[in-house]
């Protein structure tokens, strides 16, 4: 039992920053059906960013909480430039292009990114200073340290933030409208220019406090840290539906608990040696409290693909989504 | 009246001329195309060995693009996860040629298996999928992709199946009777190499998947791809049975890629998860995008293109760098990809339907864009 709620408590923590990141892609496909291969680069940065700023204010008598603040302060304006001027200068002239290329514009500016910040942060794993003193509550037999209950609740007001922006303000009303139709939007007086590069700066800024969020849970940030979360994260998107705000959050969530539930029991569930008929051919391996495990926990990313890809298959337009995009 | 039948006549039997002409020149070129691609292995040899090495990749990369053009350029089908034959091709060879499992089969016997098991795979993730569309099958594609490889990078417990990350290595090399792939050869004063004598293999295979490529765009089967890229739903109307023929490409495409895995394993003589990343597949679909979607020649412009330059700049970045401010500024390994990113953001921006465009397929992409 408390095995269980301890891995709900991770996969909650893990899910929540998918959830925000997935945003980002989401946002961005919702308006242009484009997907955003360098918004995982995005997330890196922030979390390098913040890396140096907390690295260099961690020898002063700052309180540990505004140094961290002032991390993700300075993270997140960052991000946000990039967001604003990956738009501006890579996908903005591919606005009326082949619907692949601005794909390739994206791996590209993922290569530039990932080894700009190779040049500027080196090729090592970087330690985030552990400057806040990370206590851990027992909830029922299980751990919750207090960065995972920042991380979820910090998620979960950055996700409500965001749809109050969405669905209830003007400029909330103009992204929607840009997503339903481009065209129809623009004789309406939305300035579509103008919401496309707010969805990528808004995804971006989003990104970076996520970014921080995953350097600190893992302790660790690195130039190709961006590519798997980005993976996940998108995944997490397409899990939900595509374009879909609030199914970018559930895929996120989802997909983290999958991940952590899955890594938790697979061990168990298919040690061969706990399975009473398989006993007889295996006799001699399972003797002594012997294990034949078929799937361990290195199994970790199969469960998230397995999921999304079984999803998929019986909601071909994932959880929530209702468009279904005519051709690749 | 006469006088315009025998002018319409004469115009046609100029036309007609003309044609022959055309006709023959265009043999020519051909055969004159062939007879320098053959000669290029001396040519490269004589600047060392490495770079016939190179070409080689060069090649086995151009294969699997074309592979990967019947899926994404004919069939307009968004695979992520293509490398996944590739990988599976190569696991076949290296498991049934390598003092792994102590087989060593021939290679024409393995090459073929690889390609059904790779087809077979290639099924496996066409059926349940047929239902996707756009990039929900490029998620589940690429997921899929990823499985394969984490399945190769843990199969090596309980029972040891692909040893794991440390990978197979002392994979036999491909043998013609008395002729091995891995000695030289001496006939009269030429020195044939193991590696050039796999890039005349390669240029054989490749000569043949070029022709099957050709005869496959005009085909029934290709034109249904086409079909069903423009609409599937007007495909499905017009008689065509898209369940299978989507499953065709799929097939088709995966085959290619489990042959080119073969020969990669052969040439390379050890196999490992890490040359199957996602990355791998990225840069086919760059490869294909890049060239020009659906266009044979482009694909393998495109391919060739994006194997040669990063070696190019291997070779020219620090030196450049030497003279022109007498030190090393920047690692040229950083700077080399820089380089390769940028220039695969600018070729999207001038040329975004790729340098060499199939002329249909530009029509239809830039449709149903905002």
Redesign the interface.
């Known amino acids: 039992m408390d095995i269980l709620l301890q891995q709900i408590i991770n996969g909650l923590t893990t899910g929540s920053v998918y959830a925000v990141v997935a945003l980002g892609y989401t946002m961005v496909?919702g308006v242009?059906?484009l997907?955003n291969f360098a918004h995982g680069e995005v997330v890196m940065i922030g979390a390098m960013v913040a890396f140096s700023v907390i690295t260099a204010l961690a020898g002063s008598n700052l309180p540990p909480l505004v140094i961290v603040l002032a991390g993700v302060m300075a993270a997140v304006p960052a991000c946000m430039l990039m967001g604003f001027l990956l738009e501006r200068v890579?996908y903005r002239?591919?606005?009326?292009?082949?619907?692949?290329?601005?794909?390739?514009?994206a791996?590209?500016?993922?290569?530039?990114l990932?080894?700009?910040a190779?040049?500027v942060w080196g090729r090592n794993p970087l330690a985030f200073p552990q400057i806040i003193d990370n206590r851990v509550f027992g909830i029922g037999g299980a751990a919750i340290s207090s960065v995972q209950i920042a991380i979820i609740l910090m998620s979960l007001a950055m996700m409500a933030g965001l749809s109050w922006f969405v669905y209830r303000t003007r400029f909330g009303i103009a992204i929607r409208a840009t997503a339903e139709n481009?065209h129809v939007a623009g004789l309406m007086g939305v300035n579509a220019d103008r919401v496309i590069a707010a969805t990528f700066i808004i995804g971006a800024g989003l990104g970076a406090v996520a970014g921080v969020m995953y350097g600190s849970y893992y302790g660790i940030a690195h130039y190709t840290m961006g590519f798997n979360l980005g993976?996940k994260a998108?995944?997490a998107a397409?899990l939900g539906g595509?374009g879909n705000i609030a199914g970018a959050m559930l895929g996120g969530i989802l997909l983290g608990l999958v991940e952590a539930l899955g890594t938790g029991y697979v061990g168990e569930l298919t040690d061969?040696c706990t399975w009473p008929m398989a006993h007889g051919w295996l006799g001699e391996r399972c003797a002594d409290g012997g294990h034949?495990?078929?799937?361990?926990s290195?199994?970790q990313?199969?469960f998230?693909?397995?999921t999304?890809?079984l999803v998929?298959?019986f909601r071909?337009?994932?959880l929530l989504g209702e468009r279904?995009?005519?051709?690749? | 009246m006469k006088t315009t039948r025998s002018g319409v006549s004469e115009k046609a039997n100029a036309c007609e001329s003309r044609r022959y002409a055309v006709a023959k020149s265009h043999r020519e070129r051909v055969g004159l195309v062939l007879v320098a691609v053959a000669l290029m292995a001396f040519v490269l040899a004589s600047a060392g060995t490495a770079w016939v090495r190179i070409t080689n990749f060069a090649v086995l990369f151009v294969l699997l693009s074309l592979g990967l053009n019947i899926v994404v350029g004919f069939a307009g089908l968004l695979d992520l996860g293509y490398i996944a034959f590739y990988a599976v091709g190569a696991y076949v060879y290296a498991l049934l040629a390598s003092p792994h499992f102590g087989l060593h089969l021939p290679f024409w016997i393995i090459l073929p298996i690889g390609a059904a098991v790779a087809c077979l795979a290639g099924i496996v993730l066409g059926a349940p999928t047929l239902r996707l569309r756009g990039d929900y099958l490029a998620i589940v594609t690429l997921g899929f992709g990823e499985i394969v490889r984490i399945f190769m990078n843990n199969l090596s417990s309980p029972v040891n199946l692909t040893n794991g990350p440390k990978g197979i290595n002392r994979i036999d090399p491909f043998q013609i009777g008395p002729l091995k792939f891995s000695a030289s050869d001496t006939f009269g004063s030429l020195i044939f190499s193991g590696p050039i004598k796999y890039y005349y293999f390669l240029l054989l295979v490749l000569l043949a998947v070029i022709v099957i490529n050709r005869r496959l765009q005009d085909s029934r089967i290709g034109r249904a791809w086409v079909a069903i890229r423009e609409d599937e739903i007007a495909a499905k109307a017009g008689g065509i049975n898209t369940r299978n023929i989507k499953l065709l490409a799929f097939a088709m495409g995966a085959s290619f890629g489990g042959i080119a895995g073969g020969m990669f394993a052969a040439i390379q003589g050890f196999v490992s998860p890490e040359s199957f990343i996602l990355n791998e597949s990225i840069m086919v679909l760059a490869m294909v995008v890049l060239g020009g979607m659906g266009n044979i020649w482009g694909v393998i412009a495109g391919a060739a293109l994006l194997s040669f330059v990063p070696e190019l700049l291997r070779y020219t970045v620090e030196p450049a760098q030497r003279a022109l401010f007498g030190k090393l500024l920047v690692d040229p390994e950083v700077l080399r990809m820089l380089v390769f990113g940028l220039a695969l953001v600018l070729t999207m921006r001038f040329r975004p339907a790729g340098l060499w465009p199939e002329t249909r397929h530009r029509r239809e992409l830039n449709e149903g864009r905002v």
């Not at chain 1, 791996?107 to 530039?112: D, R, V």
């Not at chain 1, 034949?292 to 361990?296: D, I, M, R, S, T």
Request: charged residues 10%; hydrophobic residues 60%; positive net charge.
């Open positions: 496909y242009i059906q997907i890579a002239p591919l606005r009326h292009a082949p619907r692949l290329a601005p794909l390739i514009t791996i590209g500016m993922s290569i530039i990932q080894h700009l190779l040049l481009v993976l998108f995944s397409v595509i061969l034949f495990v078929l799937f361990g290195n199994y990313d199969v998230a693909f397995l999304l890809i998929l298959v071909p337009s994932g279904v995009s005519e051709r690749a």
